[in-house]
């Protein structure tokens, strides 16, 4: 048996030129092709004839020259999901790995620019990246969701953040009644509010706010508003439901969307985090 000290040195005499990563030995032993057990003070004693079998087969021997392969010849190649785009150069590099890092871009999310090493996706390594991470996040987010959401389903959204916060935003809701409803009308709810104009002027708008004043929680946040309150009668619905600001939806009260408005207009009340205000300015944007 040996230490993983020993493991690294027994290592080091046939790849003097190499490092070999703890992460490395920790998935040889997961994957059983590492035998090891722990020693009474809870530390790891690894077999040493097996690690010798496992750096000395032509399996790894394979691995290890395709890693040393020229990374140029990656560039454009898609692994898992994603697009290799280049290599990232010294000067650019904003990670500690000294070994070649690639530019890459996440087919799932469309961000740019992720820095990967090499070997994560050559293709030849002992790990993969399959995205940026967003397919870490979407698996966490898949674990609060009600049966039947599929991951297919959250992948069709482009912004899986801005889909995240939807969902949220009814699952919130006092009655929880998306949360019980028929799963069409609980998707059909996800793309109304995703696709709407209101919603997506005012979670544009909070984003705004966000990278000025560096908060995530400020007036300017997304926040339902039924158009008719559940306290005079109306329902949880998309048909009664808005988007507003946490500010507006505030002031608004229980009042109905058409007294408020008259409100508005009845005391001269404005505000840069009045929906009318806010869905103005984005035009004036795209303009």
Same mark, same amino acid.
């Given at each position: ?47 040493? %004839?097996?690690? /010798? =079998?496992? &750096?000395?087969?032509?399996? !790894?021997?394979?691995?290890?020259? @395709? +890693? ?115 799963? %069409?009308?609980? /998707? =059909?709810? &996800?793309?109304?509010?995703? !696709?709407?104009?209101?919603?997506? @002027? +005012? ?85």
């Amino acid at each position: 048996m040996a230490t993983l000290t020993e493991l690294q040195d027994c290592y080091n005499s046939y790849y003097d030129d190499r490092q070999l990563w703890n992460s490395t030995v920790a998935a040889w032993v997961k994957k059983g092709k590492l035998k090891a057990k722990k020693d009474e003070n809870e530390r790891w004693d690894y077999d040493l %004839e097996s690690f /010798k =079998k496992i &750096i000395l087969s032509d399996e !790894y021997k394979t691995k290890l020259k @395709a +890693v040393r392969k020229n990374p140029e010849k990656c560039v454009g190649q898609i692994r898992n999901h994603l697009l290799i785009t280049g290599i990232v150069p010294e000067e650019e590099k904003n990670h500690p790995y000294k070994g070649t890092l690639m530019y890459c871009k996440c087919l799932i999310c469309g961000k740019e620019n992720i820095q990967i090493r090499f070997s994560y996706v050559s293709g030849n390594g002992n790990y993969e990246r399959l995205s940026c991470g967003c397919m870490r996040k979407v698996r966490h987010f898949m674990a609060s969701l009600r049966e039947g959401v599929t991951e297919e389903f959250i992948l069709e959204h482009d912004d899986i953040d801005k889909m995240m916060f939807v969902h949220k935003m009814l699952a919130h809701i006092k009655s929880k009644y998306y949360t019980q409803c028929p799963i %069409e009308e609980y /998707k =059909k709810a &996800i793309d109304y509010f995703y !696709y709407d104009q209101q919603f997506n @002027a +005012v979670y544009d708008f909070w984003g705004r706010q966000k990278n000025e004043f560096g908060t995530f929680y400020n007036w300017a946040k997304p926040s339902l508003d039924h158009i008719t309150p559940i306290s005079r009668g109306g329902s949880d619905t998309v048909n009664n439901l808005q988007v507003l600001t946490v500010f507006e939806n505030l002031a608004k009260r229980d009042m109905t969307w058409e007294e408020w408005c008259n409100f508005k207009r009845a005391t001269h009340s404005t505000s840069d985090y009045y929906i009318e205000n806010i869905i103005n300015n984005k035009k004036d944007v795209i303009k």
